[in-house]
Every structure is written in C-alpha cells, then in structure tokens.
Nanobody
Framework: QVQLVESGGGFVQAGGSLRLSCAAS????????MGWFRQAPGKEREFVAA????????YYADSVKGRFTISRDNAKNTVHLQMNSLKPEDTAVYYC??????????????????WGQGTQVTVSS
C-alpha cells in the first residue's frame, strides 16, 4: 500500500493562492491514479481534482475549475494542487488519495484505497 503525506496548507486571504503537495512512498507511485478531496466542517468529503497515472488527463470539480490545477511528478513521487483565486468556501481539510484500480468514477472517494492525513486550508474573507 502506498503511504501519503500532505503539506502546504495554511491561512490565506480571499483571492490568494496556496500550493498543496502530497508525497508518496511505499509503492510504485506511477502505478497510482491520484486525487484531491476536501471536507469542510459538518459536510461530507467532496471531490476536488484527479489526475491519471501519466499526468496526461486531469479532472476537476465544477466549483474549482479554472482556479485549481492538479499536477504530478512521477520522478519525485509527488502530486500537487495549485489553488488560485481562493474563496472562503474553499476552507476545508484537503486530502490526497490514491487508487490502483482503473475506474471512471474518479470523483468517488470510495474508489480510492489510500489516503493522507489531511492538511487544513483556511481562506478568510
């Protein structure tokens, strides 16, 4: 099983930017399709973005499309989430996730079999 550790969260004003990173270890990183999810207090975990094994395909939730960019570096076993034009509603704990099985349901948390511990992102108005 791959192990995942997120970093890069923090406190930022609305309109600002943050870059989240997720470092993977334990298995061949390039075998995993990766995703970012987030969970705000009192809400369910929701899909943010996903990326294919090669990085050639990316997918985004409508709420972040045009503002967030997911990328990966298979040589460094990392995946990133660049977040621009942040809004207060982006405030949440952000989780990195990995899945080893191909599925078109990249937006479903149930499809992912490894998770990081999460990193807090707080956007003030």
């Amino acid at each position: 099983q791959v192990q995942l550790v997120e970093s890069g969260g923090g406190f930022v004003q609305a309109g600002g930017s943050l870059r989240l990173s997720c470092a993977a270890s334990g298995r061949t990183f390039s075998n995993y399709r990766m995703g970012w999810f987030r969970q705000a207090p009192g809400k369910e975990r929701e899909f943010v973005a996903a990326i294919s094994r090669s990085g050639g395909s990316t997918y985004y939730a409508d709420s972040v499309k045009g503002r967030f960019t997911i990328s990966r570096d298979n040589a460094k076993n990392t995946v990133h989430l660049q977040m621009n034009s942040l809004k207060p509603e982006d405030t949440a704990v952000y989780y990195c996730a990995a899945r080893s099985i191909y599925s078109t349901n990249y937006y479903s948390a149930a499809e992912y079999n490894a998770w990081g511990q999460g990193t807090q992102v707080t956007v003030s108005s």
